[in-house]
């Protein structure tokens, strides 16, 4: 079956650290799309791409960046890391461009201290 | 001022009765809204969408729309202890392809 899934899905790192999270689907979907949640806050889109070497800024990509080598990966690279980006992140991806209906990732639960 | 709405909860209704949840938004041009039901620890998943004013059921849930109220909700009949979870409204954008998620309203249905 096709799935969607990221690593690690737990990781605790020190603030100003470099950390790529992975993201890896095999529905063969062009659009993939990086998602933060936060109490209160939601789904809040982070990055977002919809091909191969295709990257576009959502509306929280501050010190974030990703890249698309290929349909199935995206990574999202967090530059350095800082106590605001604690968060739980989702990996997405989608038949069409519109992420409503999207299939999500497990997520990834990161904690920067 | 936030583009989606929902009340946070949590929403407490016995098990068997209906559960409403609501949402507004703010952007008069979305197009399309979606509700999804979140298990704590888990992942969204899409159980509803709807893009025309009025009603549309799919089992035990409808989803209702009223564009000029700029109004959504999300009614579940029959609700049992496993619809307990966080149910987040969003809207699309047609046009920029942007879509706005809700905070989530936390549902919890007592046995």
């Known amino acids: 079956d096709a799935e969607i899934t990221q690593s690690p899905r737990h990781k605790i790192t020190e603030t100003g650290r470099q950390v790529t999270l992975a993201c890896h689907q095999t529905w063969n979907h062009n659009n993939m799309f990086w998602y933060r949640q936060d109490l209160g806050h939601g789904l809040r889109l982070i990055h977002y791409?919809?091909?191969?070497?295709?990257?576009n800024k959502g509306e929280v990509s501050d010190g974030y960046s990703v890249s698309r080598s290929n349909t199935e990966d995206l990574p999202l690279t967090l530059e350095s890391a800082a106590s605001s980006q604690t968060s739980v992140y989702f990996c997405a991806s989608s038949e069409v461009q519109a992420p409503s209906t999207a299939f999500f990732g497990q997520g990834t639960r990161l904690t920067v201290v | 001022q936030k583009e989606v709405e929902q009340n946070s909860g949590p929403l407490s209704v016995p098990e068997g009765a209906i559960a409403s949840l609501n949402c507004t938004y703010s952007d008069r041009v979305s197009q399309s809204f979606f509700w999804y039901r979140q298990y704590s620890g888990k992942s969204p998943e899409l159980i509803m969408s709807?893009?025309?004013?009025g009603d549309k059921e799919d089992g035990r849930f409808t989803a209702q729309l009223n564009k000029a109220s700029q109004y959504v909700s999300l009614l579940i009949r029959d609700s049992q202890p496993s619809d307990s979870a966080t149910y987040l409204c969003a809207s699309l954008n047609t046009g920029g392809f942007k879509t706005i998620f809700g905070a989530g309203t936390r549902l919890f249905v007592k046995a």
């Open positions: 791409s919809y091909g191969v070497q295709d990257t």
């Open positions: 709807i893009y025309s004013n």
